[in-house]
């Protein structure tokens, strides 16, 4: 079975879209794995909804779409992202806002539990350093887990004598071992982080126990032609572009 492993598609049509064609090239998939912030900072929210809906998919929720419903407030949110969500939530139909309301926190798959920030604190946490990774390798039972939030693609990985290790995912990891337990970041589909605008994502191929991560480019002046029309602010529209 493939999985492709996305996240933060922070509703960015043009590059959801440019990873599914992606994927179709490399031979299709069989379910998403979506691991939340589907809508935030981008121009086509409920359009993003419909298409993630659209296919054969599990999703967890994220702090963009929790914030979007109001299950949390925006105080924590910088100024330009909190903007983006109050706009966002104009654009959420009825049937957008109870599938966001009904997305769960955690969900587990095979060897994997999938999350949002992390397993001990799935809002809200960004995994970034081999120390936080450390102390949430107690806070899952599966062998593996997957997380977005960062938007920086990662593989934080501890072997048999508890040393945890951190590094930037590569196009292949291969997961057949039998002791190392590992802690994966797709990267940001929407809103790639790491210096590189291209959108991130992964896939999971369970037979050659290997995860393969890839980069795609998409039309980045469509997204931000879109956000110009619909007066989303100017830092979310040129971040894009340098992959910040
Ligand atoms: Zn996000």
Redesign the pocket.
């Known amino acids: 079975m493939r999985y492709a492993l996305v996240s933060?598609i922070?509703a960015n049509l043009a590059a959801f879209k440019a990873v599914l064609e992606d994927l179709e090239a490399k031979g299709g998939f069989d379910e998403i794995w979506c691991l939340g912030?589907i809508v935030?900072y981008g121009p086509e929210p409920h359009a993003c909804i419909e298409l993630l809906l659209s296919q054969n998919y599990i999703c967890v929720a994220?702090n963009?779409d929790w914030a979007a419903i109001g299950k949390i407030d925006t105080l924590d949110f910088n100024p330009d992202a909190a903007r983006a969500c109050q706009w966002t939530a104009q654009q959420l139909g009825v049937g957008d806002m109870d599938w966001l309301r009904g997305l769960p926190l955690q969900l587990e798959r095979a060897d994997f539990t999938l999350v949002h920030g992390s397993p001990r604190e799935p809002i809200w946490e960004y995994l970034l350093s081999a120390v936080d990774a450390r102390d949430n390798f107690a806070c899952f039972d599966t062998k593996f887990c997957l997380v977005?939030?960062s938007?920086v693609p990662l593989v934080f990985r501890r072997d048999k004598a508890g040393q945890c290790i951190l590094g930037r995912l590569s196009d292949k990891v291969n997961v057949a071992s039998d002791s190392d337990r590992l802690i994966i970041n797709p990267g940001?589909v929407g809103?790639p982080r790491d210096g590189d605008p291209r959108a991130s994502y992964a896939v999971y191929d369970s037979s050659a126990q290997t995860i393969y991560h890839y980069r795609v480019d998409y039309d980045i002046a469509v997204t931000q032609s879109r956000m110009m029309e619909c007066q989303l602010p100017l830092s979310l529209i040129l971040r894009l572009s340098y992959g910040y």
């Open positions: 933060d922070h912030d935030g994220g963009h977005g939030h938007h940001g809103q």
